[in-house]
């Protein structure tokens, strides 16, 4: 999931190189962190965050297929957690 993740964002924002993905696997759940250029957020959340919920939903699928939870958070090395979400 997470090489699917990184994969979509580095196609849509203007730096792919500094683009991130951490899959952290916990009991029944997986958490997925994106870190990337402070200038590229505004690609990733998109117009009315459209771009977010579309990968959520997509993550929200991909976990349901493994019976797991899964949790999509956006990082910033200066800010902490901009955007969380989960799917059971």
């Excluded at 459209?50 to 993550?59: C, G, H, N, R």
């Amino acid at each position: 999931m997470k090489d699917l993740i990184e994969y979509i964002i580095k196609a849509i924002v203007q730096k792919p190189d500094q683009v991130q993905v951490k899959e952290i696997p916990g009991e029944g759940f997986i958490s997925l962190e994106i870190t990337a250029d402070e200038n590229d957020y505004g690609q990733i959340i998109g117009k009315n965050g459209k771009i977010i919920k579309a990968l959520q939903i997509l993550v929200q699928a991909k976990g349901r297929q493994h019976g797991e939870r899964c949790f999509l958070k956006i990082t910033d090395s200066k800010r902490e957690g901009i955007v969380s979400s989960s799917s059971g």
